[in-house]
């Protein structure tokens, strides 16, 4: 989210045309799907493993390596089909090269937040559903 943002601060601080920003806001929009998609392949085999009884810890270790190869292939095919695009487009393509640079930054930053981010967001609000259910099922058992 802090990439989104800093995306789009940058887009109006420079002195261009009203068009690049508004045509870079394209770019963000189409880099959250792109960067979704892998904290999504992340997130579903953690979860898998961990209904096959496999303690989280484990399973987070075990599928980070796993997911990576599918994670970076996508983004780098992206990646290099994109920098044509961003920094020598052809004649007529120059108006796309705002998206183009857009998702250069910030998917190459995103998917390095995504290999490291998700896999620790997913032990926090693990561990905080965990002790809020302890929390609730200890009140639940007082009250009855």
Same mark, same amino acid.
């Given at each position: 989210?802090?990439?989104?943002?800093?995306?789009?601060?940058?887009?109006?601080?420079?002195?261009?045309?009203?068009?690049?920003?508004?045509?870079?806001?394209?770019?963000?929009? +189409?880099?959250?799907?792109?960067?979704?998609?892998?904290?999504? #392949?992340?997130?579903?085999? +953690? #979860?898998?493993?961990?209904?096959?009884?496999?303690?989280?810890?484990?399973?987070?270790?075990?599928?980070?390596?796993?997911?990576?190869?599918?994670?970076?292939?996508?983004?780098?095919?992206?990646?290099?089909?994109?920098?044509? #695009?961003?920094?020598?487009?052809?004649?007529?393509?120059?108006?796309?090269?705002?998206?183009?640079?857009?998702?250069?930054?910030?998917?190459?930053?995103?998917?390095?937040?995504?290999?490291?981010?998700?896999?620790?967001?997913?032990?926090?609000?693990?561990?905080?559903?965990? #002790?809020?259910?302890?929390?609730?099922?200890?009140?639940?058992?007082?009250?009855?």
């Amino acid at each position: 989210m802090i990439i989104y943002i800093k995306n789009i601060s940058d887009l109006f601080k420079t002195k261009t045309k009203i068009l690049r920003p508004l045509v870079s806001i394209l770019g963000i929009i +189409i880099l959250s799907g792109i960067d979704v998609a892998g904290a999504i #392949l992340l997130i579903d085999l +953690i #979860l898998t493993k961990r209904r096959q009884k496999i303690p989280r810890d484990v399973a987070i270790r075990e599928v980070a390596p796993i997911r990576l190869k599918p994670i970076l292939m996508t983004v780098i095919i992206t990646l290099v089909m994109i920098i044509r #695009l961003a920094f020598f487009p052809d004649t007529g393509m120059d108006a796309y090269s705002p998206i183009a640079t857009v998702i250069l930054g910030g998917l190459s930053i995103s998917t390095l937040l995504t290999l490291i981010v998700i896999p620790v967001m997913h032990s926090v609000v693990d561990d905080g559903t965990q #002790l809020f259910s302890r929390i609730f099922k200890k009140q639940y058992i007082r009250k009855h």
